[in-house]
Antibody
Framework: QVTLRESGPALVKPTQTLTLTCTFSGFSLSTSGMCVSWIRQPPGKALEWLALIDWDDDKYYSTSLKTRLTISKDTSKNQVVLTMTNMDPVDTATYYC????????????WGQGTLVTVSS | EIVLTQSPATLSLSPGERATLSCRASQSVSSYLAWYQQKPGQAPRLLIYDASNRATGIPARFSGSGSGTDFTLTISSLEPEDFAVYYCQQRSNWPPDFTFGPGTKVDIK
């Protein structure tokens, strides 16, 4: 079955760079049509899409955050990595990775999320 | 950027009642509209994709409709486990961009 799991630091200091890893199983990111995204959710607030990488290694970013984000994949390890630079307390959120598979423009499988707090 | 608005912000209903949730896009998204359910402490769960297609394992009481800028999620008869927050999400065709609505909370009256 398809599973995704996020990992990374629970606490980062302002101005630091955050690195998050999504480790997945049950599908291959080299299969045509497969994509993995990062999405975040500040406490008590709505979801915000951050970035997406597809099977062909094309990368897409949120317009408002693109200067701070980098997404990459390691197909052999079944991992997708997100880095976000210059972290600020407003970036405190639960960060999710999610799969977009096939023709549907929707995220059909999600990780459980990882809470990242930005504080000195 | 396409903005999604959801109404109402909160819907207070009793089990067995019908729930009708609205999502409006600031410009046409064709049928690239999805709905998710989120319960406290959990990741979102995909309910509906491409405006009207139920995701795998989703009960038939959930249905979606609409196209262009106006979309509706209907829960025909609320079960106790349906009380949650519901988000709509759109995908722009090119370049790929995704936005979520602010959510509608369905709570117990």
């Amino acid at each position: 079955q398809v599973t995704l799991r996020e990992s990374g630091p629970a606490l980062v200091k302002p101005t630091q760079t955050l690195t998050l890893t999504c480790t997945f199983s049950g599908f291959s990111l080299s299969t045509s049509g497969m994509c993995v995204s990062w999405i975040r959710q500040p406490p008590g607030k709505a979801l915000e899409w951050l970035a997406l990488i597809d099977w062909d290694d094309d990368k897409y970013y949120s317009t408002s955050l693109k200067t701070r984000l980098t997404i990459s994949k390691d197909t052999s390890k079944n991992q997708v990595v997100l880095t976000m630079t210059n972290m600020d307390p407003v970036d405190t959120a639960t960060y999710y990775c999610a799969r977009m598979g096939g023709a549907a423009a929707a995220f059909d499988y999600w990780g459980q999320g990882t809470l990242v707090t930005v504080s000195s | 950027e396409i903005v999604l608005t959801q109404s109402p912000a909160t819907l207070s209903l009793s089990p067995g009642e019908r729930a009708t949730l609205s999502c409006r896009a600031s410009q046409s998204v064709s049928s690239y509209l999805a709905w998710y359910q989120q319960k406290p402490g959990q990741a979102p769960r995909l309910l509906i994709y491409d405006a009207s297609n139920r995701a795998t394992g989703i009960p038939a009481r959930f249905s979606g409709s609409g196209s262009g800028t106006d979309f509706t999620l209907t829960i025909s008869s609320l079960e106790p486990e349906d009380f949650a927050v519901y988000y709509c999400q759109q995908r722009s065709n090119w370049p790929p961009d995704f936005t979520f609505g602010p959510g509608t909370k369905v709570d117990i009256k």
